[in-house]
């Protein structure tokens, strides 16, 4: 959390309502916009405030289990890919009106 400081960036989703968003600073570097968290979830997604997700691509490497991370296509979701998905993933041409 100490590498963490509030965007001014908010967005709304339709279900989960107002998320604002998370800047990260590492060393000399500040990836701005690249966390977002819901503070006050709409009632059926409670379960998700106080936790923040981060879009993988603005970083050299992320990993889980070990595994490199492929962010999902598009720039829109913040989908962390492995071989443990199955696709098709949103975001890839074509897939606007899925």
């Not at 963490?4 to 998370?22: F, H, I, T, V």
């Not at 998700?48 to 993988?56: E, K, L, R």
Request: hydrophobic letters at 40%.
């Amino acid at each position: 959390m100490e590498l963490l400081s509030p965007n001014s960036r908010r967005s709304l989703c339709e279900w989960k309502g107002q998320a604002r968003y998370w800047d990260v600073a590492i060393a000399d570097d500040v990836v701005r916009a690249v966390g977002w968290s819901y503070p006050d979830p709409t009632p059926t997604f409670a379960g998700i405030a106080g936790h923040i997700a981060f879009y993988p691509e603005p970083f050299d490497t992320v990993l889980v289990d070990g595994e490199k991370v492929i962010p999902q296509p598009g720039g829109f979701y913040g989908g962390w890919i492995t071989s443990r998905e199955a696709g098709p993933f949103k975001g890839v041409p074509g897939s606007r009106f899925w």
